[in-house]
């Protein structure tokens, strides 16, 4: 697995690589945003960790850029930073980081969100490989969600792998309702270790990419104080 390390201070970049080397990960260093989005660009990681307070572009534009054109691969990105308030989690999580750790870390914790991180694309199985309802399919071999809607033609989904797990978790189950802690064993298991939170986040992307209006939801309903449901009969 390809990780690359975002962060200014030598000390602490030397001290994440270090850790991640010793566990067999592969790990290449980038001290501020615009150098992390060209070796993005250039070799896209498999997981970015990403230190929010970076010379050049800071790691919240640099987060935004790359879930506006996740390329070849849409990493992972774990956030890392000084900050502790509430305020720069929540902001952190709405540009598209998957987890978020505060300095000081430490790095046992942080090999160990690493590696949670990387395994949530395993966490699918069991299920029936294909998934049906009237206006969508999923795929399970082939890893493909197509979208139809009225008369429009057959649409295949641009998803990353969470939000194709996501979605699929939905449409295998339609009607059910589900609340954050059931979305977060479904997709993550134990490995969870971020703000309960960021499931809010992957929803909404996940809306902008399945729904006609997403400010008005017609598949994925949210179910006021509970949690999310899919609503779409065969």
């Known amino acids: 697995m390809d990780i690359l390390i975002v962060e200014d201070e030598l000390e602490i970049s030397q001290l994440i690589q270090h850790s991640l080397n010793k566990e067999g990960f592969n790990c290449r260093i980038s001290r501020d945003g615009i150098n992390a989005l060209q070796m993005f660009q250039e070799q896209p990681p498999d997981l970015i960790i990403l230190d929010l307070m970076i010379p050049g572009l800071d790691g919240l534009e640099v987060c935004a850029r790359i879930r506006q054109k996740p390329g070849a691969k849409d990493p992972y990105i774990l956030m890392l930073t000084a900050r502790g308030e509430e305020i720069d989690r ?79 978790t939905f449409v295998s189950n ?29 929803v909404a992307r996940l809306r902008k990419k399945v729904e006609p209006d997403p400010a008005s939801p017609t598949f994925i309903k949210t179910v006021v104080g509970v949690g999310y449901k899919f609503e779409d009969p065969l």
């Open 90 to 168: 929540v902001i952190g999580l709405s540009t598209g980081a998957d987890d978020y750790m505060v300095k000081p870390f430490s790095p046992r914790e942080l090999v160990a969100r690493v590696r949670a991180l990387l395994r949530r694309s395993l966490r699918q199985g069991g299920q029936n490989q294909v998934n049906r309802t009237q206006h969508f399919v999923i795929d399970l071999d082939q890893h493909t969600a197509i979208r139809q809607i009225n008369s429009q033609p057959a649409e295949t989904l641009d998803l990353t792998t969470l939000e194709f797990n996501l979605l699929n």
């Open 174 to 202: 339609p009607g059910r309702v589900w609340n954050r802690t059931q979305l977060i064993d479904k997709l993550w298991g134990n490995d969870f270790f971020g703000d309960e939170r960021v499931v809010d986040t992957h």
